[in-house]
Every structure is written in structure tokens, then in C-alpha cells.
């Protein structure tokens, strides 16, 4: 599927590194989330963005930093990560959070590794 | 916390039809039930949701209990591309809570 694409797919980084992850979404839809999902575990939600604006944020640490230039773009930026932030990272969209039925798409997400 | 529990794994014979159950007691009345799956490792894909009525699509139907405490995903004929963690998820609006899912093993 193509609806929701990631880049880069895979990234290793040293923890004095800044990089970014990129989400792009074709659906036309307005709400898009980063989700972190560590080995052995289950998919945890990070950020929630709807119409650009950001409506949730799960106690994530300062060093995960998220933009959301418009609906359809949504990035994340990482400074001075840990070992223990290796995850996967997925980002997904749907339609705004208003109604209650809110189907979510899913991008193939960026495999981080940090050393 | 997820409001679901599943079972950790399940296996089925390539061909038969699988069933995974999936138990939701807390359930509020405007929650829907909606069924992901993942392939190792790839990002999850929507499978079906539903919110009181049983529902079918062309992966899968989905049958809830007339109480709504529990649902059963059905994959009608099973095949080794469908071998998948499967998570059933109880939300209202956005706020997905993951759990482990079902690791289904399908064997040829």
C-alpha cells in the first residue's frame, strides 16, 4: 500500500546525531500520529496531530520532536537519543477525531537503531 | 492499559477457516471494535471494524456478541500470507491502546 509512505526506512544514529523522520500521507485526511513500537512490546502512541495542530502527546521526552507543516506531511526530529529508543517507528492518518469512528492507515515505518 | 485480552498464539491449518477471539467486557456503548494486523514488522493493516451489527469485508467478517463484551475475527479460508500478529482494538475517536494481539501461525 502507498496511502501512507516513510522515510528513511531504516536509520542508525549515534546519540550525538539530530536527524528526522518523514510521513507522508495520499489519503486526504487530516489527522496524523506518530506511534513507537519497541521489541517485545505493543505499539505505543506518541503524538497526535489534527488539522496541523497537535492535540496529544503522551508524555513523550523533549528529545522526540514533532512538526506537522500541513495535513498531509508530519515529521519527526530526534537529538541526543538513547540505546533504548531503537524502535520502530510508525506514523499513521486518518480522518479527523471529531466523530468517534476513527479508522487509522499505516505507513511500513522507519526501523531506528541508535548507538 | 488495552481494554482487550487475546490470546498470546493461535495456529490453523492452511485452507480452514480461522477464528480469533477477542474479549472487550468494559466496553463502553459508543466504542467501536476494530481489528489491525502485522506482518513482521511492516506497519498494521486495517482489517474491519464494527460497532454493534456483525460485518464482513473482503478480508474478513467479524461477528460481536449481542452483549458487545467480546468479538470473534474470522479469516474464512486461511492462507500462509495471513500468518500475522492480530490486534483487536476497543476505541472512540483517536486514541488507539495496542496490546500483544494474537500470533497467528498459519501451517501448511
Known amino acids: 500500500e502507498t496511502g501512507v509512505t516513510q522515510t528513511p526506512r531504516h536509520l542508525v544514529m549515534g546519540m550525538t546525531n539530530k536527524k528526522s523522520l518523514k510521513c507522508e500521507q495520499h489519503?486526504?485526511?487530516?489527522?496524523m500520529y506518530w506511534y513507537k513500537q519497541s521489541a517485545k512490546k505493543p505499539l505505543e502512541l506518541m503524538f497526535v496531530?489534527?488539522?496541523?495542530?497537535?492535540?496529544e502527546n503522551n508524555s513523550v521526552p523533549s528529545r522526540f520532536s514533532p512538526e506537522c507543516p500541513n495535513s498531509s506531511h508530519l515529521f519527526l526530529h530526534l537529538h541526543t537519543l538513547q540505546p533504548e529508543d531503537s524502535a520502530l517507528y510508525l506514523c499513521?492518518?486518518?480522518?479527523?477525531?471529531?466523530?468517534?469512528?476513527?479508522?487509522?492507515?499505516f505507513g511500513p515505518g522507519t526501523r531506528l537503531l541508535v548507538l | 492499559d488495552a481494554k482487550t485480552t487475546q490470546p498470546p498464539s493461535m495456529d490453523c491449518a492452511e485452507g480452514r477457516a480461522a477464528n480469533l477471539p477477542c474479549n472487550h467486557s468494559?466496553?463502553?456503548?459508543?466504542?467501536?471494535v476494530y481489528w489491525y494486523r502485522q506482518i513482521h514488522s511492516q506497519g498494521p493493516q486495517y482489517i474491519i471494524h464494527?460497532?454493534?451489527n456483525n460485518e464482513t469485508n473482503e478480508m474478513a467478517s467479524l461477528i460481536i456478541t449481542e452483549d458487545r463484551k467480546s468479538s470473534t475475527l474470522i479469516l474464512p479460508h486461511a492462507t500462509l500470507r495471513d500468518t500475522a500478529v492480530y490486534y483487536c482494538?476497543?476505541?472512540?475517536?483517536?486514541?488507539?491502546?495496542f496490546g500483544p494481539g494474537t500470533r497467528l501461525s498459519v501451517l501448511p
Open positions: 499513521a492518518s486518518s480522518q479527523d477525531g471529531r466523530g468517534g469512528l476513527v479508522t487509522q492507515y
Open positions: 489519503l486526504g485526511h487530516n489527522a
Open positions: 496531530y489534527n488539522f496541523k495542530e497537535q492535540t
Open positions: 468494559t466496553i463502553s456503548g459508543n466504542e467501536y
Open positions: 464494527g460497532l454493534k
Open positions: 482494538i476497543v476505541a472512540y475517536g483517536q486514541n488507539f491502546v
